[in-house]
């Protein structure tokens, strides 16, 4: 799914577009409203490593990378979205997690697949 959103490149599918999804359940709104976050650092990330969304192949770059535009947060929908008052733990036999959106919001899951290329 990564993927395929990050080779999305037309102006619809940039992350500033992503709807929001709001709903009455709050441990899935923040879930949710992280997620879309962390969908933003990563892709981020992955703009400072040379990579553009719009790139056939990764591999044999001998190129300086053009320039790009910069992801944002579908704001302001994603940062009113509060922390959980109760730890949440996506997946406890994971024993890893590093500062992110859904750890700053009090939920407990690992974003490492966000960051393959």
């Not at 992503?18 to 969908?39: F, K, N």
């Not at 910069?70 to 922390?83: G, S």
């Not at 036999?93 to 407990?108: K, V």
Request: proline share 10%; net charge negative; charged share 25%.
């Amino acid at each position: 799914m990564m993927e395929y959103f990050w080779r999305q490149s037309s102006p619809r599918w940039a992350t500033a577009n992503v709807p929001d999804p709001e709903c009455e359940d709050l441990e899935q709104y923040a879930v949710m409203a992280s997620l879309a976050e962390v969908l933003v650092e990563s892709f981020i990330w992955r703009l400072e490593l040379g990579l553009r969304r719009n790139d056939k192949s990764i591999m044999n770059r001998t190129l300086d990378p053009p320039p790009f535009v910069l992801e944002i947060c579908p704001p302001p929908r994603t940062a009113k979205v509060p922390h959980l008052e109760e730890k949440l733990v996506m997946h406890p036999e994971e024993d890893e997690y590093f500062d992110s959106p859904l750890h700053r919001r009090n939920i407990f899951m690992s974003t490492g697949w966000f960051y393959t290329v």
